[in-house]
């Protein structure tokens, strides 16, 4: 059976190489022109992966790169991994999704299996893209299931082989014929109910995690007026052996999962007509940091940040990856220039941003703001010359001066 991966990015193509590499044949399609075209050179920045994979499954024909889909004759699987992010008003935004329904629709087959990995809100595999899909294939016998993805891009310990995968159908053939499908290149399935309770555990898994940021935050900010390490309090409050998970305070949260799954939750409760408080709570707390830290630092800075040289290390939302996606680190530059700051930023990911190029690290600053510390970073540079140096980094790492928050 043939497979046909939809979206391409951190998700999809990390599930097509693996599928293809299981010895299943795999159509990798992107709307994406030059996505496609870099892919067809081995070229990827998913870090995950590498060129020699990539061209490696090309040359043996298991893998095709294509930016257009052809109406399927047999019997396929497709894997829909395309963006769901929120849109200006931190809604959820399913126009990508909505429209690889509409691409899948115009050339799938009967019987055909369709999997969403891509983050929505509960009910989307059933209220959603099987009506979507359905509906304009005018074909009664397609299947579908869910499998939400869990990629940690970069993680060296958990990759999409050892990261338990939750599975469930609409159907029972259909959740048996995607686990029989992700069972080639996952060691560990996880059976459940229905759709919704997948949905559902992707989305309160990284709600967990937003909301335990948010309580650290608050209590980064109680520390501040009361005079005490934050880190030193997490610490002593890990020496419980039972009970406790330490989260570390940070100027807000990044990527796709942590500050947007929180907001497809509350969606779906606000579907429910449940008003989700905490959930809601917890974004603002976070989202507001970027605004908290600037102040935070004017004030170190003697109350006037206008004309000062700031330059940030690490920009993008976690160590020893390229991805902008939801940076605080953005907001935090924003909020600066803002307030009258100089900032430049080092990031040896990252090449270009909103115009302006990364520098190296430079000593001739009022000040340097360790925020995403790269491994790449040498920040020996700073010490040496002893550069003023706040430590952001969201993390019990000591790089040679002490956590700000």
């Not at 509409?102 to 989307?124: F, H, P």
Request: aromatic share 8%; net charge negative.
């Amino acid at each position: 059976m043939n497979l046909i991966v939809v979206g391409l990015g951190y998700v999809g193509l990390p599930v097509a190489i693996h599928a293809a590499e299981s010895g299943t044949k795999v159509l990798a399609y992107d709307i994406n022109k030059e996505k496609i075209f870099k892919l067809q050179q081995g070229i990827t920045e998913i870090p995950d992966l590498t060129s020699e994979q990539i061209t490696k499954l090309q040359s043996s024909g298991q893998i095709t790169f294509v930016s257009e889909l052809e109406k399927q004759k047999n019997k396929s699987i497709f894997v829909i991994a395309v963006p769901t992010p929120l849109d200006s008003d931190k809604s959820p935004d399913l126009t990508m999704l909505k429209r690889a329904c509409e691409s899948i629709a115009k050339v799938v087959a009967e019987d055909c299996l369709i999997i969403n990995e891509s983050t929505s809100y509960i009910g989307t595999l059933r209220n959603l893209i099987k009506p979507i899909i359905d509906g304009e294939s005018q074909i009664s016998t397609l299947k579908y299931a869910v499998a939400p993805e869990r990629i940690d891009p970069g993680n060296k310990k958990w990759s999409i082989r050892n990261t338990p995968r939750l599975i469930s159908g609409i159907t029972d053939q259909a959740k048996k014929e995607a686990i029989t499908f992700y069972e080639q290149f996952c060691d560990e399935i996880h059976e459940v109910s229905t759709p919704e309770v997948a949905e559902a555990a992707k989305l309160f898994e990284n709600s967990f995690r937003q909301v335990n940021i948010a309580l650290v935050n608050e209590l980064a900010q109680i520390a501040d007026k009361l005079n005490f390490s934050t880190h030193d309090a997490i610490m002593a409050a890990a020496t419980k052996p039972f009970g406790f998970m330490p989260f570390y305070p940070s100027i807000g949260v990044g990527g796709h999962c942590i500050p947007v799954d929180p907001s497809y939750l509350s969606y779906s409760a606000d579907i429910a007509g449940v008003d989700a408080k905490f959930i809601k709570l917890a974004n603002q707390v976070n989202s507001s940091m970027p605004n908290l830290v600037k102040e935070r630092i004017k004030n170190y800075l003697g109350g006037d940040l206008n004309g000062k040289k700031i330059q940030i290390a690490g920009i993008s939302y976690k160590p020893d990856i390229s991805d902008l996606r939801e940076s605080p680190a953005l907001d935090l530059i924003k909020e600066l220039e803002l307030a009258g700051a100089m900032v430049c930023w080092h990031d040896p990911f990252v090449d270009e941003y909103n115009g302006k190029q990364s520098t190296a690290l430079i000593s001739e600053i009022d000040l340097g703001l360790i925020v995403t510390p790269h491994s790449q970073i040498d920040f020996s540079i700073w010490k040496k010359v002893n550069v003023k140096v706040i430590d952001l980094s969201a993390n019990s790492n000591n790089y040679g001066w002490p956590k700000f928050l």
